[in-house]
């Protein structure tokens, strides 16, 4: 039980925020509609548990652990959940009210996070923001040329997690941020969906200028910002990679295997694990992948579960 006092209405509807994010997860990530419930028990004393399952999942149960409820449970259920959450308060009781939220016991441990991105030459690894000094205005292929804005890439320069994509499309090469078109709605909501934000993890792309017309990247674009990419993963350093489609996962692993056979299975970049999944337009065109898509997601999660999550 936490020592933390927390008003129940707040620490509930946080929970019910949790359930209702993983819903919608299912939703718009892996294409299903799930309904949730909710059930009490009295435990010992005025300590509770109450037990959250989601039907036709196969995650395991969240435990809701707290003391002191009143009716107000009830009433904070509603007005926090969009989703089909139904909630069974569990009984009440007198007192001050604390609650904690766990993973259930069973849940798998940590993997040892281990970064072993070896540094191109020797010496210290660059820094993020000298790798992006050393891009400077590229005009190292001929992706240059149609470009309105360079699109180096966003977040966390010491994240845990990167996502590799492709290259920019149109609102990518407006913006100067990777992912903030339809696809990268998409990937946030991936993102949101493993209990991060946008700013805890990297993101970035095989190539950092668009493609005219949204085209594939060429060889010889994709080979002439390599080293790049190399450079701000060698200098993030990150836990685990996750290759969003076939150009990142054919490029940081040096295969031609189709995305088809590679996603799904760990990989190793340079020593760090990195799992291809499908790219977030392929879901976008492809709806009945998000499913697979999510089981990627989902195996990225059990062997690096969010610090404190
Ligand atoms: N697709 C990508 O691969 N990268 C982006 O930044 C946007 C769409």
Redesign the pocket.
């Given at each position: 039980m936490s020592d933390e006092a927390v008003p129940v209405a707040d620490s509930l509807a946080e929970v019910l925020a949790d359930v209702r994010r993983y819903l919608g997860w299912h939703r718009d990530v892996a294409g299903e509609e799930l309904h949730a419930a909710c059930d009490g028990a009295l435990v010992s004393g005025k300590a509770v548990n109450v037990l959250v399952t989601v039907e036709g999942s196969s995650t395991p149960p969240v435990v809701v652990e707290y003391a002191e409820v009143s009716a107000e449970v009830a009433s904070v259920a509603e007005p926090v959940s969009e989703a089909p959450v139904v909630v069974v308060p569990p009984p009440p009781g007198p007192g001050a009210p604390g609650i904690s939220v766990r993973a259930p016991a069973d849940s798998p441990p940590a993997a040892p996070v281990e970064a072993t991105v070896q540094a191109p030459s020797a010496g210290e690894p660059p820094r993020l923001d000298e790798v992006r000094r050393a891009l400077g205005d590229c005009k190292r292929c001929k992706l240059c040329s149609g470009r309105k804005n360079l699109?180096f890439g966003v977040g966390n320069p010491k994240a845990r997690l990167v996502f590799v994509?492709?290259?920019?499309?149109a609102?990518?090469d407006n913006q100067g941020i990777?992912?903030?078109?339809a696809?990268?709605q998409l990937l946030t909501k991936m993102i949101v969906a493993m209990g991060y934000t946008r700013d805890e993890v990297y993101?970035c792309?095989?190539v950092k200028c668009r493609p005219p017309g949204n085209r594939n990247p060429e060889p010889d674009e994709i080979e002439a910002c390599q080293p790049f990419l190399e450079a701000q993963l060698n200098a993030i350093r990150p836990s685990v990679i996750i290759a969003?489609?076939k150009?990142?996962a054919q490029t940081l692993l040096r295969t031609d295997t189709p995305i088809t056979r590679l996603r799904g299975q760990w990989r190793e970049y340079v020593g760090v694990p990195l799992m291809p999944t499908f790219?977030?337009?392929y879901l976008l065109r492809n709806p009945a992948e998000k499913k697979a898509a999510w089981t990627d997601l989902q195996a990225v999660m059990a062997r690096f579960p969010k610090p404190g999550a």
């Open positions: 699109v994509g492709e290259g920019p499309g609102e990518e990777p992912f903030v078109g696809a990268g993101i792309n095989v969003l489609g150009f990142a790219h977030p337009a």
